[in-house]
C-alpha cells in the first residue's frame, strides 16, 4: 500500500504534529506500508519527516495562494479575499500541472489530505482516481466560503477522518451525508510526562526566583487562540494580588502564512506594555520540545475564544502532570472533566479565566490533584499508540469501497470513538 500524506503547511503546528505521529504509528504497527509526504513549500516538518526516513516532495505553491484564508474574517474582508482569490488563479493552475506531474511520479494507492487547502487542490486536480481521505481538524461552518468550496469538493471524498465528535458533526452538516471515523489525536505519553521543573524555562533569558509560581500559555500567534484574553487575565491578577509570586509566560510564534490571521510578536510586546505588564508578561519563542515547556509550569493556560477543534495543547499538559484551565467549547468538552483533571473557563470571559487561576494560585492540593488526575487521563485515552491501527482500518475500508460518488451516499458510517 502506498499512501500520500498532503500537507498545506510546513511549519510544527498542531495539524502537522499529528502527522508526524500518524507516519510514526503506521511506521510502527505497519511497516510494509510506504509512506510519502507533499507538502506546501519548505518549514521544520520536512526536517522532522526526514529525521524519521519518510520521503518528502517539497511542492511549491505560489505566495498568492499561500497567504489565502478566511478564518474569522468580516463583510469586508470576504470582498479582498475575493478579489485575491481572482489574482490567485494562473497560479492555481500551474500548481495543479505540477500536482499532477507529482501524483504521476509518486503512483499512490491512496492520499491522505490533511488541511482544507490540500483537500481542495486533491478535488480541483481532477486526480479522481485515487481514493482520498480527509483529516478534519477544523469547523468548517465557520469558514464563510471556503466551506461552499469544501461542499464541493467533498464528492471526491471517500471518508473523513475526525479528531472529535464536534468537528465531525460540523463536517456532515456542511457537506451533508459522507463516511466519518472518529480518531482522537494522540501524543508520545513517555515523552510527555511529569519531570523534575529547572530554574528556568527553555528560551528563557532569566532563571525565576525561588518560590515563584509560573503560569503559562503554549499557542500559536493565531489570534482566535486568545492571547489578549490572557494578557487581560494576567494583568488583572497583578491588580488584585499586588507582590504576589507568581510569572506569566506566553510561548509559540506565527507559524502560519494566511494574512491578517496571526499576531506578529512585535503586537504582543506592545500590548504587554500597553497594559503595563511587560515586566511580568514573558514572551518566548516557538520550542520543539514543548515537553519541558509544560514541566517548568505550575499552571497552563488554554484560552481560546472561539471553539477549539480538539486542543492537542491540552492533553500535552495533561500528560505532563499540569494543572491546566481550558476554555470548554468544541473538542475541549470532550477531553477534560471540569474540576477533575482540569478548570474549564467560559471562551472569552477574562473574569471567569482570573476566577479559575487565583483559585489555582492559592491552592497547591487543588494544582496537584488536578495534575494526577490529568496524567492518569491523558495515559487511559490519548496515548498515541492506538492511531496506528485505527488508521489502518480506515485505509483498508476505503481501498475496498474504491472511489465512489458520495453524493449518493444515502448515510453516513457510523463514527468510531477511541474512547
Known sequence: MKVLFLSPNASLGGAEQV???????????????DLAVLTFGDG????????????VVRFRVPRTLEQLGDSGIGALGKLRLVGKAALAIPGFWRMRRDFNEALLALQPDLIHSNGIKSHLLAFFSGA???PVVWHLHDFYGSRPLARKLLRWAARGCSEGIAISQAVANDFQAVVGPRPVSLILNGI??????????????PGEALPTPPGMLRVGMVATYARWKGQEIFFQSAAKILRNLPGFPVQFYLIGGPVYQT?????????LRNRTLELGISEKMRLICFQTKPENVYSNLDIVVHASTKPEPFGLTIIEAMACGRAVVASVAGGVAEIIENGKDALGVNPGDVDCLVNALERLLHDPDLRGRLGANARAKAVKFFDRNRIGVQLLRVYERVLKRGVAPYS????????????
Open 19 to 33: 502527522l508526524l505521529t500518524m507516519t510514526d504509528m503506521l511506521r510502527c504497527h505497519a511497516p510494509e506500508v
Open 188 to 201: 508520545d505519553v513517555s515523552r510527555f510526562s511529569p519531570q523534575p521543573p529547572d530554574s528556568q524555562l
Open 44 to 55: 521544520p516538518l520536512v526536517e522532522a519527516l526526514k529525521q524519521r526516513n519518510v520521503k
Open 408 to 419: 449518493r451516499v444515502p448515510q453516513a458510517a457510523t463514527g468510531q470513538n477511541s474512547l
Open 128 to 130: 479522481r482516481s485515487i
Open 259 to 267: 494574512t491578517g490571521s496571526q499576531y506578529q510578536e512585535y503586537d
